[in-house]
C-alpha cells in the first residue's frame, strides 16, 4: 500500500521527480514520507537537473482548469495582498521557480496565488 504521493506503479523512470528509480529508490517513494518529500522539493537522491521544464501543455491545461474550477466553486475568493506577496515570495525561493512560473504545475504565479483557493503543487502554500 502506497504511503505517500507517489504515483509510480512500477521502478524505472520517475516523470514527476525526473529520476531512474531502482527498485529499492521506488520503494522509498512509496513508504518513506521523508524521501518523497526530498523528491518533491529536489533535493532526493539522484536528482541534478530540477525545475527546468514545465509539464507537457496537456498537464498545463489540466491543471489550470482544475484551479479555475475550484476558485469558481469556492466562490471566486481573492487572497489578499499581503497573503498573495507571501506565496510569491515563497515561490521566488523555490527551485521549480522560473521565469514567473511554476515547473511543477506549470501554473502562472502571479495569477495562481492570487486565488485563495490555490494551493503549491509541493505544499509550501
Not at 22 to 39: D, I, P, S
Not at 47 to 64: F, H
Not at 66 to 94: D, F, Q, Y
Request: charged share 20%.
Amino acid at each position: 500500500m502506497n504511503k505517500t504521493g507517489c504515483e509510480c506503479p512500477l521502478a524505472g523512470l520517475c516523470n514527476r521527480h525526473g529520476v531512474e528509480k531502482t527498485a529499492h529508490l521506488h520503494k522509498l517513494c512509496q513508504n518513506h514520507a521523508g524521501y518523497f518529500k526530498m523528491w518533491e522539493e529536489c533535493r532526493g537522491p539522484l536528482q541534478t537537473d530540477c525545475g527546468e521544464k514545465l509539464p507537457s501543455l496537456l498537464k498545463q491545461a489540466a491543471n489550470v482548469a482544475k484551479a479555475v474550477v475550484t476558485h469558481v466553486a469556492t466562490g471566486m475568493s481573492n487572497a489578499t495582498p499581503e497573503e498573495k506577496n507571501r506565496r510569491l515570495s515563497i515561490c521566488g525561493g523555490c527551485p521549480f521557480f522560473k521565469e514567473g512560473r511554476c515547473t511543477k504545475c506549470g501554473c502562472f504565479l502571479e495569477v495562481k496565488t492570487g486565488f485563495s483557493s490555490s494551493k503549491c503543487p509541493i505544499g509550501k502554500w
